[in-house]
């Protein structure tokens, strides 16, 4: 069994939370929360400074430790341990190499988007009462 930590990181702005195309698989063109895997020799705090970085520029990471942390499967015998942090725009943002756009979208307009299967868990696991 393979095990990879992953960052991501969770920006509300407005009523919005914002959300990239991806631009590499998995799930190619699905939106999702900025993120990515931590990188050897990096903890999940600075995988997810970096990762923002690459995907959308100007995000600050608001806490050091994750808010949630859940595992997720990717394929049979490859598993991912996702730490989600919480973070505020900074700065103009742009798409960067791993995604084609990013946007803000509210929770009504997510549901009837194409999105990665751990961005659902991390709305269905921090944000229950909003999705119901």
């Known amino acids: 069994m393979i095990l ?3 960052a991501s990181v969770l920006v509300e702005k407005n009523g919005k939370f914002l959300l990239v195309k991806r631009a590499d698989g998995p799930e190619l063109g699905y939106w999702a929360v900025p993120g990515g895997h931590v ?16 995907e959308v520029g100007n995000v600050k990471i ?3 430790k994750p808010v949630y942390i859940f595992i997720h499967d990717i394929e049979l015998g490859h598993r991912h341990r996702a730490h989600v942090f919480p973070g505020e725009v900074s700065g ?41």
């Open 92 to 132: 103009r943002l742009k798409a960067g190499s791993d995604a084609k756009k990013f946007g803000f979208f509210t929770i009504k307009q997510m549901k009837r988007m194409n999105l990665t299967h751990y961005t659902k868990k991390i709305f269905n696991g921090l944000f229950a009462k909003r999705l119901g």
């Open 62 to 64: 608001t806490r050091k």
């Open 4 to 6: 990879h930590n992953t």
């Open 39 to 54: 990188d050897k020799g990096e903890n999940a705090y600075q995988a997810i400074v970096r990762e923002a970085k690459e």
